[in-house]
């Protein structure tokens, strides 16, 4: 339980109780009161944390990716290159850039002018809704939103591609019977969880707006903040 594997399990489920607890007490709420209001203050506060957490999970899995590249990749090597300083050093990489960001779409919104109380077409405050309800130009906004945003989310998945690329190199490689197969089992539940998380980020945030974009960005937006976090544990403890 002291591995390098493990060490990121725990951070990344402490990361998916986060992005849970940003937004499903909060939906609760409106639909035990039926009051289906959020302060001004509330809503930029839901929207830090869960920026914050969902960055997270994604600078996460890389770390992940990279964690699995080395022991299968670089086996000799494992114990120094993931030693705790080093692991230690990527997590809190990771919470520094993922802090920074979220803070750089809060205070960016915060000069913005909001003229009447508007509906948000979610069932959190997240940042696309939040700005259709802005009078002021968000012209800033929305190129901050494509290039720190894609780059949050691509930079990592790219980081995890090249990875699992050379994984799969290295797999072709082992001649030992059910050698491959063992290699190919470490990696599997990450990958898993992987190839849901991105597709539903993807779904949510890179594909051209369809007429019901608003539906399908909420039923992604409930997919990688409730059905995720909660598959997680189940995918990780399979084995």
């Given amino acids: 339980l002291h591995s390098p594997m493990y060490f990121l399990l725990a951070n990344l489920s402490l990361v998916d ?6 937004t ?9 009161t039926r009051r289906h209001t959020i302060s001004y203050a509330g809503c930029l506060t839901q929207m830090y ?44 990489l990771c919470w520094v850039l993922t802090n920074a960001l979220a ?9 913005l002018s909001f003229c009447v109380t508007g509906e948000v077409a979610h069932f959190f405050c997240d940042i696309t809704p939040v700005l ?13 939103d494509l290039t720190l945003g894609g780059t949050a989310l691509v930079v990592p998945f790219i980081c995890i591609v090249i ?3 050379s994984i799969v190199l290295a797999i072709l490689k082992v001649r030992t019977p059910g050698g491959a197969g063992k290699a190919f089992s470490t990696c599997s539940s990450h990958l898993c969880v992987v190839c849901v998380f991105y597709l539903t980020l993807f779904t949510a945030y890179l594909c051209p707006p369809s007429v019901a974009s608003e539906e399908k ?15 997680n544990p189940l995918i990780y403890t399979l084995r």
């Avoid at 109780?17 to 940003?22: D, E, F, R, V």
């Avoid at 499903?24 to 035990?32: A, D, T």
């Avoid at 803070?103 to 000069?111: A, D, E, G, S, W």
């Avoid at 960005?217 to 976090?229: G, M």
């Fill in 17 to 22: 109780m986060g992005l849970t607890s940003s």
């Fill in 24 to 32: 499903v007490p909060k939906m609760l709420v409106n639909v035990q």
């Fill in 49 to 92: 944390f869960f920026l914050m957490f969902g960055d997270l999970d994604s600078f996460f899995l890389a770390v992940m990716a990279y964690d699995r590249y080395v022991a299968i990749c670089r086996p000799l090597h494992y114990s120094t290159v993931m030693s705790p300083h080093v692991c230690a050093l990527l997590l809190t």
């Fill in 103 to 111: 803070l750089t779409y809060i205070l960016l919104v915060m000069r």
């Fill in 132 to 144: 259709k309800l802005s009078c002021s130009d968000t012209h800033i906004n929305n190129l901050v």
């Fill in 163 to 165: 990875s699992y690329i």
């Fill in 217 to 231: 960005d909420i039923a992604a937006a409930s997919v990688y903040t409730v059905v995720i976090p909660m598959l």
